[in-house]
């Protein structure tokens, strides 16, 4: 079958072409910096064998923060994220070894970081983390977390307290890493917060 000339040097054209693309590296993935959320306590009291056992549980996360991409916000109401900057973990996983951390620093609980049900303990903290983004409606940016709490009486299942926990820390730059500083300090400041709402309740 005769195949015109012209025709031919297309057909040609565009196998070289694929076969050139196939030849071509993958681009290669944009990097992306990754942030942990930290906290120290200030103090750490020495306890007893005999001090109450207490379940700290994952935080739930709203589905807007369930997520290790870190949030901001531009406008009321738009939430958007980085899109080179990630957390190392989602924040409410990042935060539930803190929380262990800080009750224990009390010197009034055995604090253990598990699964409902994987221990036997006296109380149990449940928290629901409801906000956690960079807001730059405000002037600085401030980092906006806000989480409800409730300590429970794992004996009689009942609700000893429950306590909803608004901070707001400003940042220091109007970038990603600003943020993040801005993230650990009110962090913190939660972790604190938490530790003398606990021990109030449990009295």
Same mark, same amino acid.
């Given at each position: 079958?005769?195949?015109? &000339?012209?025709?031919?040097? !297309? ?5 070289? %072409?694929? +076969?050139?693309?196939?030849? =071509? ?48 916000m531009q406008?009321?109401?738009g ?6 900057s990630?957390?190392?973990?989602t ?7 803190l929380? &262990?951390?800080?009750?224990n !620093? ?5 604090? %253990?970081? +598990?699964?409902?049900?994987? =221990? ?18 405000a ?23 429950s ?31 938490l ?9």
């Open positions: 079958m005769y195949v015109p &000339a012209r025709k031919l040097i !297309a057909v040609l054209g565009a196998v070289w %072409l694929l +076969a050139a693309c196939s030849l =071509l590296p993958d681009p290669k993935p944009a990097a992306q910096d990754r942030y942990l959320l930290e906290y120290t306590p200030a103090m750490a009291v020495a306890g007893s064998e005999d001090m109450p056992v207490l379940m700290i549980t994952t935080p739930r996360a709203h589905g807007a923060y369930d997520t290790a991409r870190i949030a901001y406008q009321q109401f939430l958007r994220y980085y899109v080179r990630r957390w190392a973990d924040p409410a996983r990042m935060l539930a070894p929380l &262990a951390e800080a009750m !620093a009390t010197g009034q609980f055995q604090a %253990l970081y +598990a699964s409902p049900g994987a =221990l036997s303990a006296q109380l149990r903290l449940d928290t629901e983390l409801l906000r956690f983004h960079q807001d730059f409606t002037q600085p940016s401030m980092i906006h977390v806000t989480l409800r709490a409730q300590l429970v009486d794992l004996k009689d299942q009942h609700v000893i307290a306590r909803l926990f608004d901070i707001r820390e400003a940042a220091t730059s109007e970038d990603t890493y600003g943020g993040v500083q801005a993230a650990n300090r009110a962090t913190a400041q939660l972790m604190e917060q530790s003398r709402f606990c021990l109030e309740s449990s009295r």
